[in-house]
């Protein structure tokens, strides 16, 4: 599915960058825009970005440079200013245009954080009339005005709307889209306890193993938010065992490697810092992980490391990635880290109340033979496992 209306303001920073360079013309000056933008000269940006449209108004550079323009309005707080900007962009490309969709959702926004949702919904209803017969746009628009709606207040009404879709769907992404959004309208509720029972109460009727993993997702990281440890632990304990399965079924190593990195951001996230650790480990340590992975893996590993209180380790650990990757800045990084160190300032232990009882109990992780995560098919194995001397028994999941 084509992605749900968001604001992306980079793409044209992107679109800038790829723009084809010539002596001359609207291609010369949108490079000119992009630097002036990249060396914070907003003015000049501005200037530059507005010669080029009243000098070449039917340019594809144009559409480009009123996209900046109106980043440069809404960044200055002239609401209006950016709007009329992207006015003209829906005036001359469709929501089946990129540039369309962008400049569509980034209206949205704007009005919905200026709480002008009068004005918001008017613009949804136009172009949800002039794309009456387009089921995906319109969609994308429904969507839109839940967030509209939750944000104004309404979240009931928001939720009820998100539910409707989430029941319709056929996929498993929409649906892991439209249950994020539902999750969001309880946060501007907040009520992180109503958004875990929600969740916990669409686990036994998941149609998919995949939407299984990613409501018990949900449920563990609402029950933390909310500071129920018991429930978190319970719910991690089955995002745990759904992850074993998926992992020991996959036979790609790269995937295998994905859905850890979920499980080892999600224990993280709720304060099992000890699995978060062992499964950021085997990651850094598979033969198959990506290096845009092990970046953010490394980085992890510090943050989790710090965390625990482990400040040696810390600094070890990056100075060893540093020999691993010799071309990386990892090595200044740890001579960075020891300055840091001697001046007591990675001094970061987390002493919150779910991280403290996660650590007083049995650790909550994969089972070594799940961990290994390498090309080949891996057997399941058992899905928890705990310290020797306080064994955790874990119900077995159902299908």
Known sequence: MRKLIALSISLCFCLVLLSGCSSRGPEERLQKVGKLFQQNDYLGARIEAKELVLKYPDSDQAIVARLMLAQLYDRDGQPDEALSELSHILARKTQKDPEGIQALGYSIDILKRAKRYEEAYRLIDKFQKQYADDHLTSLQLSVARADVLADEGQTTPARQLLMGFLQESTSPQERQHFRRLIGMTFQRERDTTGAAEFFESLYPSAPTNEDKRDIALRAAWYYAAAGNYEKAREWTERVTQEFAKAIGDELDGRKKVALAQVLGHLYAQVGNLA???????????????????LAAVINDVVITLLRMGKVNEAVDFVRKAGQRFPESPLAQQAVQMESMKAQGRLDTIDTSPLVLRFAADPIITLDKKVLSLDAETTPTGSAISASADKPTTVPSSSE
Do not use: H, K, R, S
């Open 275 to 293: 699995g978060a650790l062992d499964v950021l480990q085997a990651i850094y340590e598979a033969p198959v992980t990506d290096q845009e992975i």
